[in-house]
């Protein structure tokens, strides 16, 4: 609550002043009772003074027919992954209901380290949003990892005391909580009683005791309602996750709508979802729809999108809900089937007019995070023998399969085609040389590379094609410009989106990042990319040792249910 | 969690080694998911490390056939209340379950200060259960009242990082909040973000708002499923009240299971039990009970004892469920109809043989806390006119209402008799000599008097008869012993519990105090007291300036819904 003002705003409340705005005779969702009352709202100074059909307001808007509910929370989000600047981002998912972000600036923090946190809570801090930061926990992911930078339990620290910081993100690594390392038990001891972001697909048993064990909180990562229900019965809280890549909504809801369950203890989240598909089907506003669609109630779905997370996360004194002393946070419906939004308001304002100032200036060491020596031409040589390891894509799924097959080969080396394509992954960040190759069932392209700084966690330059001129070329020019995304066919650079910010994110805006990006996508299924594969994503994902089963580092092919290398360079 | 032991506890969640104890068996209610799961529960250095079948202990407890609940909590308590002292009194309430209290130490507080707070937090820091304390916020209880101490903002600064004080306590002074006073908003500013213990009792509409706009978070005053569905809607978390004098459970929890509404957002508590209440019918399991045998499912009670009082308190990440990680604070019943308890567990280890050791010094200034003048028998002297305010007992309630009647006289002084009683409270903190006296309709009392230093909320001496020479001799008995209740009766002292700790708590054990004041009840009815009324309690709260209708301080008579007194002396 606003206390410096609490004397004016108890006399608005008690109907002896004008509030500056009312919000009348609308269909107020009441998360608290379920219930939906036609009432008005009156608000000043960005806080919520009282509600009842008495308010008067010096400015009064009718919304007499529309449904006012309280503004729509993202449980869990990784906002670099749009490729926008943070400000960018939440410009484009405000509008859509979003006024409250749980963010964890994982890939910020694995390339920059505390500068690249900085970056995000320094870019979203005057957003018409409420962003708010956990703090990353796995910078590396893993000890084996080549990432920019090391982000431990004593450089949070002077974090802790920063009313944006919630608690401890993403605990990816669950093997170092499960078995306790060092490490790892410095961090979770360092947010004990706060809110820490799990990372758990599939664990179970007395594995998911332990983790439970270690004050976790929360898991994103349950595909099954069979999976989300022994996570609720430890106690975690889950946010359904309907992103880009990951859509585990619909098999969730329909689990809780036909057990009966409560949804007490379920969020939204979108983890990583693309500025394109936000655009195409909306945010956390497309999660409240398509459980609505799935037959939850829609005060439910309202729920879990709202007072639900920002509980979890102990907002729910500032936001969450319509109540005197929150926030004027708001989205308002033209109904509850289509949940068509009509307006947003953070603090009482409208959104829509914002557009973000912030700018990172030209000198920023985060503009310039290639680290790399120029690879050599042997270095993507991969020697191979009677049968190989490699990486099997699964069409609409970021996990790969582990597969051996007998690779196409000359001299004793693989070489690549339409059926099995070649990946290199390059160290970027400290100048090792370090170079993993590998190969690659399922992509298909042709005639071709495509390279990206974008590469999950660690962000090291991860490139894929049919022949190493092409790769060498793509590799090379993202070496030069900073990093980003390119695509190469026949010795030309046919596509470009240059990403300065950290090798991560454009600050030029959504519709030039936008359309270059779908003329790239457009020009890799034409030259042989599968229609059910999205090859941006999932160049994106290879290099992602978290996530089964077969993943290729700078040092080599890794087998994540064993977490070893299979071949080191 | 015990993060100093992590490394132990984590290997045993793993199964890698034996708990020390395992609870086998037993029905384990899952107040996550509501579920009720025959399992085994894991439990080392009074943690829990596991929940499932296949985990083995050191030592092992077979409760096949039981149900086992986490601890009960009580929401909101004033421990004071019970004449014992803390210690004794959770050494009673915790062997029926209620292993979690939420205290507010206001009694304490009004006459002792700091000083009082600090033996309320430290008698109970060895108990075998979780004791929190919220801040008194109304010390005094209004500007108006003659307490001991003054109790501000500044001297609760030095409590904001005890991590056993959770929030700001019971705010009475509701119009000093709903109109903004300075020193109220300063303590409510103190505790921003915090819980706030609200006390409302019919306070609704626009008033409500802005009492709700201050950020108090909860409220136990409420009568009926109406008003607190009022206060439900503004997003009040609601104690469901269920004491000695004040008996709120049956329409609400009745209202809830008519409409279908979910328990989230309710909670038990007792505000003030009597020991002789517990021990005939229980504490937070008599709430259980009652809910069950009201129609609520047993595990939304359950939910309502526990896991929601937790979550409203900030706790839940300690206690509240059983779940790895928590306190292993158990409640094991026979059956959930009866709700019987079994056995109760605090931190794994069986509460029964408990006795409490603390001792409070004899030289400890909180055993010389009456500092008053003898009174003088003219200062008992009423001047009447045709008619007069009198203060009309309402039977079984402890709202007064207030009348105008012809008092019997001579001389123009009031004469008691057995229908109109003479009351005097007697200014007792800073030896001021302020005596206020008035008339009470329906006490019946005849041939005698009694008194009491327990008188709520300044604590001050509280007389009442039919004759001025008894009530002189009692008060000055009182003076004498440091406070406490006394009997008397022509002329001679009958019965006499002496509360020597701040003239509200005795150190002597349950049975010497439990037995005194059921002669000295017996006898009060013996001396014309009806039977529908509680002759001790009722006797405490007439001087409680914030419960309608007409009240009695060493200042006068008082009109709480004017908020001024009638007569001043």
Redesign the interface.
């Known amino acids: ?1 606003d ?1 410096q003002n ?2 004016e ?3 608005e ?3 002896e002043a004008k509030a500056e705005l009312v919000f009348r005779g609308g269909n107020v969702v ?1 998360v ?4 939906i ?1 036609q009432t008005s709202v009156a608000v000043t100074k960005g ?1 919520i ?4 059909d ?1 308010y008067v307001g010096k400015h009064e808007i009718d919304i007499s027919g529309k449904y006012l509910c309280p503004g729509f929370i993202d449980g869990h989000i990784h906002l670099e992954s749009t490729m926008l600047t943070p400000a960018d981002l939440v410009e484009q998912a405000v509008k859509c209901g979003t006024t409250t972000y749980i963010v964890d600036p994982h890939e910020a923090a694995n390339v920059s380290g505390a500068d690249g946190i900085d970056y995000i809570l320094d870019n979203t801090a005057d957003v018409p949003a409420n962003v708010y930061v956990m703090m990353p926990s796995c910078v590396p992911s893993l000890p084996i990892e080549d990432n920019g930078c090391v982000f431990d339990a004593e450089q949070m620290k002077r974090y802790l005391d920063n009313p944006r910081v919630l608690g401890l993100g993403e605990v990816m690594d669950y093997t170092a909580v ?3 390392a060092p490490d790892m ?1 410095e961090k ?2 360092l947010f ?3 809110p820490k972001d799990g990372h758990a697909p599939g664990v179970s ?3 998911l ?2 983790y ?4 976790i ?1 929360n898991d994103h990562e349950s595909a099954s309602y069979e999976e989300v ?1 022994e996570k ?4 975690m809280h889950i946010h359904v996750r309907e992103g880009s890549a990951a859509r585990n909504l619909e098999s969730i809801v329909r689990g809780i709508v036909q057990s009966g ?2 949804v ?2 379920f969020s939204f989240c979108t983890d990583d979802k693309h500025i394109e598909d936000i655009h195409a089907e909306g945010h956390i506003d497309h999660c409240v729809r398509k459980a609505i669609a799935c037959g939850m109630k829609p005060v439910d779905a309202i729920r879990m999108a709202t007072i639900n997370t920002a ?1 979890h996360y ?1 907002l729910h ?2 936001l969450g ?1 319509i ?4 926030q004027a946070d708001f989205v308002v419906l033209d109904d509850l089937e289509q949940v068509t939004v009509h307006a947003v308001y953070h603090k009482g304002r409208d959104v829509s007019p914002f557009h973000a100032q912030y700018e990172l200036p030209q000198g920023s060491p985060l503009r310039r995070t290639m680290h790399s020596l120029p690879v050599r031409p042997e270095q993507l040589n991969l020697p191979v023998g009677e049968t190989s390891d490699i990486i099997r894509i699964i069409p609409s799924q970021i996990v790969t399969a582990h597969e051996t097959a007998r690779l196409p080969q000359e001299n004793g080396f693989f070489v690549p085609d339409g059926t099995y394509s070649k990946i290199a992954v390059i160290e970027r960040h400290h100048n090792t040389g370090r170079v993993g190759v590998g190969a690659v069932a399922g992509f298909g392209i042709r005639n071709g590379a495509i390279a990206s700084t974008v590469s999950h966690d660690s962000h090291n330059l991860s490139v894929i094609g049919d022949n190493d001129a092409d790769m060498l070329l793509a590799a090379e020019h993202l070496r030069k410009i900073g990093g980003g995304y390119t695509l190469v066919s026949g010795g030309k650079l046919l596509h470009t989106v240059p990403l300065p910010i950290m090798g991560l994110m454009s600050d030029a805006g959504f519709d030039t990042v936008q359309s270059e990006l779908a003329a790239m996508i457009a020009k890799a299924h034409e030259m042989g990319v599968p229609e059910d594969i999205a090859p941006l994503t999932l160049l994106s994902f290879f290099a992602l040792t978290v996530i089964p089963a077969l993943r290729i580092t700078p040092r080599g092919l890794f087998d994540v249910e064993q977490m070893r290398f299979i071949a080191c360079k």
Chains 1, 2 share one sequence.
């Not at 003074?49 to 009842?52: S, T, Y």
């Open positions: 609550m206390f609490f004397f705003l108890a006399k409340a008690r109907g009441n608290f009772t379920g219930e009352i806080t003074v009282g509600i009842g008495r499960i078995n306790a038990t979770l001891a004990d009683g706060k048993g007395k594995a005791n332990a439970v064990l270690a004050g909180t229900m609720r019965r430890l106690g369950q409560s007490e203890g509980r102990g004194h500032q809900a109540a005197p002393g929150l």
